[in-house]
Nanobody, 115 residues
Framework: QVQLVESGGGLVQPGGSLRLSCAVS????????MGWYRQAPGKQRELAAA???????NYLDSVKDRFTISRDIAKDTLYLQMNTLKPEDTAVYYC?????????WGQGTQVTVSS
């Protein structure tokens, strides 16, 4: 059974930083691509950052040079380091693991950027 559990969200002032974590169970962590998605109120869910099984990464234009996605295979954990946060980064952040047959999602973690 594959399970994803996010943590690390919270309230931060503009310009601040947060690191999100996504713990993965089910012995599939290093095999498939993973990503961090976000959904702001009234908006569609969008891909913020992704990483392939080989370690290649790509980012939403608006978060490039501010966010970094990484994975620790020994800990079966995906990370999203978010720096220079802006109010428009406020959203629920979800991690996703995609296999050839289905996608698995975490429950989400709220990130609020406000003074």
């Amino acid at each position: 059974q594959v399970q994803l559990v996010e943590s690390g969200g919270g309230l931060v002032q503009p310009g601040g930083s947060l690191r999100l974590s996504c713990a993965v169970s089910g012995r599939v962590f290093s095999t498939y691509a993973m990503g961090w998605y976000r959904q702001a109120p009234g908006k569609q869910r969008e891909l913020a950052a992704a990483i392939t099984s080989g370690g290649s990464t790509n980012y939403l234009d608006s978060v490039k040079d501010r966010f970094t996605i990484s994975r620790d295979i020994a800990k079966d954990t995906l990370y999203l380091q978010m720096n220079t946060l802006k109010p428009e980064d406020t959203a629920v952040y979800y991690c996703k693991l995609a296999t050839p047959t289905r996608a698995y999602w975490g429950q989400g973690t709220q990130v609020t950027v406000s003074s």
